[in-house]
């Protein structure tokens, strides 16, 4: 986390590594749109663990719990890396 100073008012900026698709995404191009019982498992694992860490260590609560919030870790670099190099190709301009 970093602030940029203003003379109106500082902002606040949260930066976070990149992320892939989320769960409600992951939900959606399932064939049956249902979780095994093995990934619900592990992702909810993934989900309690980071909220005990909010609420434990950084005294914050977790107010937009859904399935578009919780992501995944692009573990592929050269996913990224591809993604990467298509956006820079787009002229935003």
Same mark, same amino acid.
């Given at each position: 986390?970093?602030?940029?100073?203003?003379?109106?008012?500082?902002?606040?900026?949260?930066?976070?590594?990149?992320?892939?698709?989320?769960?409600?995404?992951?939900?959606?191009?399932?064939?049956?749109?249902?979780?095994?019982? $093995?990934? /619900?498992?592990?992702?909810?694992?993934? +989900?309690? !663990?980071?909220?005990?860490?909010?609420?434990?260590?950084? @005294?914050?609560?977790?107010?937009?719990?859904?399935?578009? $919030?919780? /992501?995944?870790?692009?573990?592929?670099? +050269?996913? !990224?890396?591809?993604?990467?190099?298509?956006?820079?190709? @787009?002229?935003?301009?």
């Amino acid at each position: 986390m970093f602030t940029i100073p203003h003379s109106e008012g500082d902002h606040h900026c949260l930066v976070q590594k990149p992320m892939w698709e989320s769960f409600k995404d992951l939900l959606y191009h399932n064939p049956n749109h249902q979780f095994t019982e $093995n990934l /619900l498992r592990a992702g909810l694992i993934q +989900v309690f !663990l980071a909220l005990d860490y909010l609420h434990t260590e950084c @005294k914050l609560v977790h107010t937009d719990i859904k399935g578009d $919030n919780i /992501l995944q870790e692009i573990k592929d670099r +050269v996913i !990224l890396e591809s993604f990467t190099k298509a956006e820079m190709k @787009k002229s935003s301009l």
